[in-house]
């Protein structure tokens, strides 16, 4: 079974979920987060009975990472 998660667009015109993108795509300090988020999803899909995993800590874990990955790239264009 495949999952693709798609949680950013790296051509998008808004240049936080650009740069989000970007950092998923190409930052190695993002990626275990992105492995992670994916592998739980996996293992929440794959159990066809009630689960109490909702891969929340991972969402939290990606979202920080991402933030920290933006942060000095994000709004330049703002200013």
């Known amino acids: 079974m495949s999952v693709e998660v ?3 667009d790296s051509s998008s015109t808004d240049p ?3 740069e989000r993108g970007l ?3 190409n930052c190695c ?3 275990p987060y ?3 988020l994916e592998e739980c999803t996996k293992r929440v899909i ?3 009975s009630y689960t109490a995993e909702t891969c929340h800590c991972e969402i ?3 979202m920080e990472a991402l933030d920290r990955c933006v942060k000095s790239k994000a709004f330049l264009e703002l200013a």
């Open 16 to 18: 936080v979920v650009r």
């Open 60 to 62: 939290i874990d990606l």
């Open 46 to 48: 794959k159990k066809a």
């Open 34 to 36: 992105v492995v992670a």
């Open 6 to 8: 798609k949680l950013f």
């Open 23 to 25: 950092c998923i795509e």
């Open 29 to 31: 300090k993002t990626r």
